[in-house]
């Protein structure tokens, strides 16, 4: 029973816990539920980890984490190991996954700091599986009264009580902004991740490592504070439906048996890009770099101007060693005649040179190449770059499947499975 105060909604009482909801946030709920957005443009984020501190929760059932909660928030009190802190985790049960309901991942810290103890709880959720059931659907702003009002439903059915407000305006501490672009023109997933491959990131973005997986459908560019993701998101559905552990995201259980629902072309395709800012640090400071006041406030992410800065920031960079690579795209002749037009005072023999070095790229990527040169400094590349650079990249000569996928990206349209927006199919 629904009792209405003032400007208030009680939805329900635990516990001698209320859950007090604003009226304003109840009646955008109910309205956009079920519903799609006026607003066309996607909101591209789909992992959020939120620390909430100890005095904006209550957990109601500390039973239900692993070990028991009950020797963090009331004595007697677990004695702290040797590393500093201790924690309880709750996940999904085995009920939820098989109902197909999607749950948040709960840890609950205790840790020591110089002024004394420290309680916190992290959840950890995919926003757009926390709506839909799944994440091939993508986000608008006006959603966030929803999921706010989701994540503290959610969090009352596990046993934690926690206000909209202190939700609103919890700290983020990992964030995962995303894109899911589609193909009906018979252009696959891993036509396009076997370009991006061939390019070098770690030194434009000071990455540790890139990793090609899955047998070609998916690539990332690795390091310890954030990681930049390419996968076939159809093959990532049927790799979780074998195992978990082979799909490239985590928690599929609700959305396993969602291709089968829908009626959708036979040559449909859809690539996912992720960014994957995993440190507070780390998101501080690529919004710093964009220009964006580095907040680390969830209602302050949750917007899409920020989503489209930051997943733009990570794939120009990406465009442009894949300029390099277009280079070959062109007739050889003619690739030969346009750099002796545009370098007048480059040999012919230095223009044989970065024919041939533009003709190894295309077949083992520039890693390839720097690997073939055994140049561990970087300097004959260094160098190499400096004359490719001269010559004067052609407006038409960039790779066209990576082209098409590039306007996807700036269309920054809304991706809908059940209803295949025309603005993100590429043709």
């Not at 012919?348 to 790229?361: E, M, R, S």
């Amino acid at each position: 029973m629904k009792l209405q105060i003032s400007r208030f909604i009680i939805l329900s009482i635990f516990q001698n816990f209320v859950i007090i909801f604003p009226l304003g946030s109840f009646d955008t709920f109910n309205s956009t539920k079920g519903k799609h957005n006026a607003d066309t443009y996607s909101h591209m984020i789909d992992t959020i980890v939120m620390d909430l501190e100890k005095s904006t929760f209550d957990i109601m059932e500390p039973d239900r984490f692993t070990p028991s909660a009950r020797g963090i928030i009331e004595p007697p009190f677990i004695k702290m190991g040797s590393g500093g802190y201790l924690k309880c985790i709750q996940n999904p049960t085995n009920g939820d996954k098989k109902c197909g309901v999607y749950m948040p991942r709960l840890t609950l810290f205790k840790n020591i700091r110089q002024t004394g103890y420290s309680i916190f709880l992290r959840v950890e959720f995919s926003a757009p599986k926390m709506l839909f059931n799944n994440n091939f659907d993508e986000l608008h702003d006006n959603d966030f009264d929803e999921l706010i009002y989701v994540i503290c439903k959610r969090l009352h059915d596990m046993g934690v009580m926690v206000e909209t407000r202190s939700l609103r305006s919890a700290n983020i501490s990992s964030i995962h902004f995303s894109k899911n672009v589609a193909f009906t023109d018979y252009t696959t997933s891993s036509m396009i991740i076997n370009e991006l491959q061939k390019i070098d990131l770690n030194k434009r973005l000071d990455l540790s490592r890139t990793v090609f997986r899955n047998n070609g459908h998916a690539l990332s560019f690795h390091c310890n504070s954030y990681e930049v993701v390419f996968y076939d998101k159809l093959r990532d559905i049927k790799q979780a439906k074998k195992s978990e552990k082979r799909a490239i995201e985590t928690d599929n259980y609700p959305q396993l048996n969602i291709l089968a629902s829908e009626p959708l072309p036979k040559q449909f395709e859809l690539l996912r890009l992720e960014v994957r800012l995993n440190t507070k640090k780390k998101i501080k400071s690529i919004l710093d770099s964009i220009g964006i006041e580095p907040s680390l406030k969830l209602s302050d992410l949750f917007n899409k101007e920020v989503s489209k800065s930051v997943v733009h920031h990570f794939w120009e960079k990406i465009f442009a060693e894949i300029e390099l690579l277009s280079l070959n795209q062109i007739d050889h002749e003619y690739l030969f005649n346009l750099i002796r037009m545009n370098n007048p005072d480059m040999g012919d023999q230095k223009i044989l040179q970065l024919i041939g070095t533009i003709v190894l790229i295309d077949q083992i990527g520039i890693r390839g190449l720097r690997s073939l040169l055994r140049d561990k400094s970087g300097q004959k590349w260094r160098a190499m770059k400096k004359s490719l650079d001269r010559i004067g990249l052609p407006k038409n000569g960039k790779i066209r499947l990576i082209t098409s996928y590039a306007r996807a990206l700036e269309s920054f349209s809304t991706f809908k499975l059940d209803d295949m927006n025309p603005n993100i199919i590429c043709s």
